[in-house]
């Protein structure tokens, strides 16, 4: 499907997302969001896709919501934008919930809704020039698409509330040091990296990435023993698996796997 705010391809079974509004800063306005929400709902029906990579045009991964249609969104009404706010979170749960990994590379101003997208992302990797926060308080906002919610559970309330609270913009190296990303990089290594870093998924066992994302995040939101259950559940899965029987029989035989997610 063709986009007018996002490009598409595919390299075998990775997908690399791009933002495509760089005049902007690659910040969303309505036809993008939509336009988001179709592909994501495609990928995620996408069997043959093992791997997404998700980045910006420009010099910017994403701004977040353009400011010059903020004030149609104040004028929506509560319920329409409660609707609207929903189908915005719905993307990024969807990105979340996804049964691949997903890249974000950061190759410039991840603010607001960006930054959120990128939090929605299984690995955050960034280019030395990037710049990350939330900047709604200074417009009488708070992040409020998982800004606030996943935040807290990946750098801790303390860190959280300096980044929420104050508005400020940190450098890739600050986000790195509090966890907010995993690993900084000059610019022109951050997409070969993440492509490099797609492909080593890829190769893997695609149900095993699939139950490790489902059950890592269930982990993150319940108790040590529920954890373990949902460790056991995933795990009586896989052992019936023909890639699980593969893997074992490569081993053995020193050779690399040749998985089928089946």
């Known amino acids: 499907m063709a986009h007018e705010f996002l490009k598409l391809h595919a390299e075998g079974a990775i997908a690399v ?15 993008m969001r939509d336009e988001m929400r179709d592909a994501v709902r495609d990928l995620t029906a996408d069997d043959r896709l093992r791997v997404l990579v998700i980045t910006g045009e ?3 991964f994403s701004a977040g919501e353009d400011v010059r249609g903020m004030q149609d969104l104040a004028d929506a009404g509560t319920r329409s934008f409660r609707r609207i706010a929903r189908n915005i979170h719905n993307v990024f749960d969807d990105l979340e919930a996804i049964e691949i990994p997903v890249i974000a590379a950061i190759n410039g101003v991840a603010a607001g809704g960006g930054l959120e997208l990128a939090l929605s992302c299984d690995f955050r990797l ?6 990350l926060g939330f900047p709604e308080t200074n417009v009488g906002l708070i992040p409020g698409s998982g800004g606030c919610s996943r935040l807290v559970k990946l750098v801790g309330i303390a860190k959280a509330k300096r980044l929420v609270m104050t508005g400020e913009m940190v450098t ?18 951050l997409m070969p990296h993440a492509m490099h870093l797609a492909r080593q ?16 995040n269930g ?3 319940v108790d040590p023993d ?4 949902l460790e056991r559940l995933g795990q009586s899965i896989l052992k019936k698996t023909d890639d699980h029987l593969e893997g074992a029989k490569a081993f053995v035989e020193k050779r690399r796997p040749e998985f089928k997610g089946r």
Do not use: Y
């Not at 997302?17 to 036809?31: A, C, E, G, I």
């Not at 986000?175 to 990303?181: E, H, I, R, T």
């Not at 139950?211 to 890592?216: E, G, Q, T, Y």
């Open 172 to 189: 890739a190296h600050q986000a790195f040091a509090m966890g907010l990303v995993e690993e900084v990089l000059p610019a022109a290594e």
């Open 226 to 229: 529920t954890g373990r259950n």
């Open 201 to 216: 998924l890829a190769a893997k066992a695609p149900l095993a990435l699939g139950l490790a994302k489902i059950v890592l």
């Open 126 to 131: 960034a280019s030395e020039g990037a710049k």
């Open 58 to 60: 420009g010099r910017a």
């Open 17 to 31: 997302l791009t933002l495509n509004r760089p005049d902007t800063l690659n910040s969303w306005n309505q036809k």
């Open 219 to 221: 982990c993150a939101n």
